[in-house]
């Protein structure tokens, strides 16, 4: 897995949600949820939106927290941005919710290989967060957490693969 480090890039949510995406559902009338046409098919198109567009609101909400306290955007532009690209990134979801559905109503037996990429999308996406909330850190706070992680036992190193940015003196 590459890790980005263009500080004015947000990244998007793709395929390692897409999994999980399929799966989730929405009970929207409360009944406990149906295996069953029309009513199985809007509320994992919704459940697809909701995780697609809220996963994205998270990485969107990170990386612009760090634009933001290096004075390079505003809060409202920051706002601006995490809307537009939450919004944008629902309309995949809605794709991939609608897709998925469809296919999980003919292939019902491949909820279970769906659910294992879903585990591994999750981590990937876990990761994916994790980059994001340490580029908005500043360097104070990124020693402050290298030393909390240290004294717990956790090498962040790992996280970071060949490229150590970051986890200072501690790293090793």
């Given at each position: 897995?590459?890790?980005e ?27 406990g ?8 098919f ?11 567009a809220?996963?994205?609101a ?6 612009t ?8 955007i ?27 559905s ?19 999308g999750?981590a ?30 956790v090498?962040?190193r ?7 940015e ?7």
């Amino acid at each position: 897995m590459t890790r980005e480090h263009d500080p004015f890039r947000i990244p998007r949510a793709g395929w390692e949600v897409a999994p999980l995406a399929g799966l989730a559902s929405v009970d929207l009338n409360h009944n406990g949820g149906a295996f069953s046409g029309g009513e199985f098919f809007s509320e994992s198109t919704v459940g697809g939106v909701v995780l697609y567009a809220t996963y994205q609101a998270f990485l969107s909400a990170l990386r612009t927290e760090a634009l933001r306290k290096r004075g390079e955007i505003n809060r409202i532009t920051q706002v601006r941005l995490v809307l537009s690209t939450s919004l944008e990134s629902a309309k995949t979801g809605v794709a991939v919710g609608a897709v998925l559905s469809v296919v999980l109503l003919v292939f019902p037996w491949l909820t279970a290989p769906l659910a294992v990429m879903g585990a591994l999308g999750s981590a990937k996406a876990s990761l994916d967060l994790f980059h994001a909330f340490w580029d908005g850190l500043d360097e104070g706070q990124k020693l402050q957490v290298t030393i909390a992680a240290h004294e717990a036992g956790v090498n962040l190193r790992g996280f970071f693969g060949n490229d150590a940015e970051g986890v200072g003196p501690l790293a090793g």
